[in-house]
């Protein structure tokens, strides 16, 4: 390579270096320039602040102790817990229910169909902060306050307050309990294994459901009653203005729950849709040929080979709706964002403030595409 | 190629420039270019900055942006406003999207200092109240133990009701939404049982927003105080004097008896203090950078401080309370103009 200017490749090498000269300049002077401004007009810096007393309560607290006299960095953990808990359990939920609607848009029961349809065309055009402010106000406008609550059933109480359910009280049991499951799980799949390479040399399957059910059902049980048999339940009771007692599933998450599965189930009913009608309909004739009926066809062949062409939509969905449930601030649920927008005014430290929210969701999104990139490698077709 | 590099060094150089030229203008200087103040006021408080059925802000929160215009241009129409909520606030005033905020903001030390803020005043004494549905047979806030309480996000409410459950050893579980009208919303479908706010603003919803006003009672119990006031940023002294002065110049008005509708008598008044007041003797516009005329046109065009509030908030149920002068026994007190 010449040192001159008529070598091409020593001159893309100069352009390439001054980009990145002047993109690292322009960033350095940004990043003085607010410096700069922040420190003439006597705006605080930095993250110490992480470190003061919050001063403010939080309504709901996901398996986190919080009270108004700890640090901003719990309320912010806090915030990202609530966060996780109605991002998580949404696309669990919208996975189902997506998929349940896209499979029934495909039915050949013309009224399931219809349905399926308007509920897809509805839901996808209507924005979703709309569809959030009407959950929540059909929940505490239509349901009793808590003085007149409703009981479905015994220890079930129904109010605009949330649900009140009783939950089994602490008791070392369950810890144990809990383990078993675990155990039982790992042992379930990796009997399945065992029964997938048996069947793989022998030809013949041995009864892998029912020795699967067993690993997963018996050991909690057995651990439930070596542990004593608690039947102690924390029932909810009314006291004075509220419930205590028993757990309660607040408006505030089921709303935002409600809004965010449905309004995102209809997207993934169409990329259901869409990975299904992709693959070739000789594999359902295919199917019927050996003699599974439509819906042991659809299950076996043909949405097997639809994830390839579902997956990488799915993980747009996912990231979108993890990233929709920072509206929760519109409707009083506190995530992430509803709590470091109160940390910024507080402190009047919003540059930190954002870029924590933005360091958050970065991780979050990153995290499940990483994963659905990992299980998209794994169904991928291999080889030519 | 050479020349490309040379063009965009110049635009990056001119760049710089142009932005640290625009940083250093003072806000004085940028409202009297523009030809108008914005403002940054509530999305809806009755009293203090609400637009009212034709779509004209009307509030005490509003004069003070009123008189601040008509200080610098002579007509109080010369505003912009900008509805903030409670969490949108700081950074528009910190960002340099209002000249002002005159949004009922009270006065603490963490705002005047960490958030680069400064206030120029108050205008409204006002404490923290609760007001609960009268149903609950609740006299006083200490019966409040477990209630749901509703409360606006990023505001001293959220705080002090935090501190006066710790301190008197109770318990709540707070229901936080941004939105002034979803807020209040929660409140009567009776999602929470009590609303914590400024009383000023707990009187006002009641006779302005609450289906049934008389279902509703408010608590005895004062639990903070809240001295609520305009504001504008750090490091611009002169338009902090202009803002500070034309708050002032309206109590002073008030306290010298001069009205909107017998200024005009005393122009030719003999008394030395309302000469000054008036502008017919001394420099002390020049100073301000303003017209000699300035607290003229506010008292002729907006009013002094007694007409905004009986205009604005006598109609609500308020009444003068603390927020009276200071030689009435409240404790508005202006400094001298002179």
């Excluded at chain 1, 651990?223 to 028993?246: E, I, K, M, R």
């Excluded at chain 1, 599933?249 to 995102?264: D, N, Q």
């Excluded at chain 1, 097997?304 to 409707?331: D, F």
């Excluded at chain 2, 190629?1 to 030229?21: D, G, H, P, Y």
Aim: net charge positive; aromatic share 10%; with cysteine.
């Amino acid at each position: 390579m010449k040192l001159s200017f008529n070598d091409p490749r020593f001159r893309s090498l100069v352009y390439q270096a001054a980009a990145i000269v002047s993109a690292l300049a322009f960033g350095a002077y940004l990043v003085s320039n607010t410096l700069a401004n922040l420190e003439e007009r006597r705006i605080a810096s930095g993250f110490a602040f992480l470190a003061r007393e919050a001063g403010f309560a939080i309504g709901e607290t996901t398996l986190i102790a919080y009270s108004a006299a700890d640090s901003y960095l719990r309320a912010l953990t806090v915030g990202l817990a609530n966060t996780l808990r109605v991002s998580l359990i949404g696309i669990f939920a919208a996975t189902v229910l997506g998929t349940l609607i896209g499979l029934a848009r495909l039915s050949h029961n013309w009224l399931l169909a219809r349905l399926a349809a308007a509920y897809v065309e509805f839901i996808r055009n209507v924005p979703l902060l709309v569809q959030l402010f009407l959950w929540y106000v059909l929940i505490t406008e239509n349901l009793p306050g808590s003085r007149g609550a409703l009981e479905p059933l015994p220890g079930w109480y129904l109010s605009n307050r949330g649900i009140h359910f009783p939950v089994p009280e602490p008791h070392p049991a369950y810890a144990w309990m809990l383990g078993a499951f675990v155990a039982g799980t790992v042992a379930a799949i990796g009997c399945a294994w065992c029964g997938r390479r048996r069947q793989a040399r022998t030809g013949r399957r041995p009864p892998v459901l029912e020795i699967a059910l067993a690993c997963v059902l018996v050991p909690p049980a057995l651990a439930y009653f070596a542990g004593g048999a608690p039947t102690a339940l924390s029932v909810p009771q009314l006291t004075g203005f509220n419930f205590t007692g028993g757990m309660t599933l607040t408006p505030e998450f089921a709303a935002l729950g409600a809004g965010l599965v449905i309004y995102t189930a209809a997207f993934i009913a169409e990329i259901v849709r869409a990975g299904v009608l992709a693959i070739p309909y000789g594999q359902f004739e295919a199917a019927f040929a050996l003699g599974l009926r439509r819906p042991l066809a659809m299950r076996l062949v043909v949405l097997p080979q639809a994830l390839r062409v579902i997956v990488p939509p799915l993980t747009n969905q996912y990231l979108n709706l993890t990233k929709n449930s920072s509206l929760a601030v519109a409707i009083g649920y506190p995530d992430i964002v509803s709590i470091a927008n109160t940390a910024m005014n507080q402190t009047g430290q919003s540059i930190e403030g954002i870029a924590i929210i933005m360091a958050v969701y970065l991780t979050i999104s990153l995290s499940i595409s990483a994963f659905m990139n990992w299980y998209n490698a794994r169904i991928a077709l291999r080889g030519g | 190629m050479k020349q490309s590099l040379i063009l965009a060094s110049i635009f990056a150089a001119a760049m710089a420039a142009v932005s640290q030229w625009a940083g250093a203008q003072s806000t004085f200087d940028a409202v009297r270019a523009k030809g108008y103040v914005q403002c940054g006021v509530n999305t809806g408080l009755a009293g203090f900055s609400q637009p009212d059925s034709k779509g004209v802000w009307r509030g005490i929160d509003v004069d003070v942006c009123r008189a601040v215009a008509a200080a610098v241009f002579g007509d109080p129409g010369k505003v912009r406003y900008t509805p903030l909520t409670s969490q949108q606030r700081f950074t528009a005033l910190q960002s340099g999207e209002v000249d002002v905020l005159s949004r009922n903001t009270t006065w603490t030390i963490t705002r005047d200092t960490s958030l680069g803020l400064n206030f120029i005043g108050v205008n409204y004494y006002d404490g923290q109240g609760f007001i609960v549905p009268r149903k609950l047979g609740v006299k006083s806030a200490k019966q409040l133990n477990g209630a749901t309480v509703c409360v606006q996000p990023g505001t001293t409410t959220e705080l002090n009701l935090a501190d006066y459950f710790r301190a008197n050893k109770m318990t709540f579980k707070p229901v936080v939404i941004e939105k002034l009208e979803e807020v209040l919303n929660a409140y009567f479908a009776r999602r929470c049982d009590v609303y914590t706010t400024d009383v000023s603003g707990l009187v006002a919803i009641r006779a302005s927003r609450a289906p049934n006003p008389a279902e509703h009672v408010i608590l005895p119990e004062v639990i903070s105080k809240e001295p609520l006031g305009p504001v504008v940023r750090h490091g611009d002294d002169r338009w902090f004097d202009v803002v500070k002065w034309s708050l002032y110049a309206m109590i002073e008005a008030e306290e010298q008896g001069l009205t909107s509708r017998n200024i005009d008598e005393h122009l030719r008044s003999s008394n030395p203090a309302i000469q000054r007041f008036v502008g017919a003797i001394g420099d002390v516009g020049k100073a301000l950078g303003l017209d000699n005329r300035w607290a003229y046109n506010i008292v002729k065009q907006v009013g002094n401080y007694g007409e905004s509030f009986d205009r604005n908030l006598t109609p609500l149920g308020f009444d003068r309370g603390i927020n009276k002068l200071w030689t009435q026994g409240g404790l508005m007190y202006a400094p001298p103009i002179r």
